[in-house]
């Protein structure tokens, strides 16, 4: 007994040992910031400032601003996510058949993934700008030109560039739980008749769910991430459709306004906080359902 105790003490001392480094990074870059952020959230200044309570938070969630980038977040992540993980599924069901051009699609999917994000959007710039290509093929059909940044459709080209930026990792993700799936699964129920909904039923979307829940929370991750593109699109003060949450923090940072925007971080968090666990519970119960 006291062998195994100084066995196991050893093995905790090399795990120790080998995640130190990890952990000490943690804890300067993200921990010790994000802990020294919630404190200035409830204070009224960040040098010698008093406590507050809640009234930064209270100032941040009355505030018109914010309401509108917290709405339109969520707008752009309720749109997006779902689109992106439907298509990135059919996109790996397609790859993962014996198709002539499947070398080609996969390297079609994963060079968005290794292009620069500055790239990506004057790409996109060129077909949506006001003298951009579909501009002027509407022009060529007799259409009016659409600002589309400036209006109401903006939020549509910001959904369509995460979306092509995002889909190629989501796919390989789905490839590759899909062909981890046993094919004697498959040859079994091929010999009992059942059809091809049915097994998509029972054993494809059984087997897909850890993998299905892990894209899920990706997405959404993603989502939340996606001001770098609006704003190399349309700058600080972008068209109201697509003011998002890092819009308002970031435009709080410029201002030195840190308690607001401490708050907002703080409430942004705890957001992305409950969409992971309803998806981590809603795993569990389909699991203990399908158990």
Request: glycine share 6%; with cysteine.
């Amino acid at each position: 007994m006291n062998s195994f105790a100084r066995h196991l003490r050893k093995e905790w001392l090399a795990a120790v040992l080998f995640l130190a480094p990890s952990m000490i990074g943690f804890s300067i870059f993200y921990l010790f910031p994000f802990a020294t952020g919630l404190l200035y959230s409830v204070q009224d200044t960040t040098i010698d400032g008093s406590f507050v309570g809640l009234d930064n938070y209270q100032a941040v969630l009355s505030s018109g601003s914010f309401r509108k980038a917290a709405s339109n977040t969520l707008l752009f992540t309720g749109v997006s996510v779902p689109l992106i993980i439907m298509l990135s599924l059919l996109f790996a069901h397609l790859l993962n058949k014996k198709l002539f051009i499947r070398g080609w699609l996969q390297t079609a999917f994963v060079m968005p993934l290794v292009v620069p994000a500055a790239s990506i959007v004057m790409m996109w710039q060129i077909l949506f700008d006001w003298n951009g290509t579909l501009n002027a093929w509407m022009q060529h059909l007799q259409a009016g030109r659409i600002d589309w940044m400036k209006s109401d459709g903006s939020i549509l080209v910001l959904i369509m560039i995460y979306i092509w930026k995002n889909v190629g990792y989501n796919i390989i993700l789905f490839l590759a739980g899909l062909q981890s799936i046993p094919k004697d699964y498959y040859e079994t129920a091929d010999i009992e008749g059942a059809g091809e909904l049915h097994k998509w039923r029972h054993i494809t979307w059984v087997y897909l769910t850890p993998t299905t829940v892990f894209v899920v929370l990706m997405s959404i991750i993603q989502s939340f991430k996606v001001f770098r593109e609006t704003y190399l699109i349309a700058g600080d003060y972008p068209h109201d459709r697509i003011y998002m949450l890092q819009h308002y923090m970031n435009n709080m940072f410029l201002s030195l306004d840190v308690q607001k925007l401490t708050a907002a971080a703080a409430l942004m968090v705890c957001a992305i906080l409950l969409l992971v666990s309803a998806m981590l519970m809603l795993e569990r119960r389909f699991r203990s359902y399908m158990e």
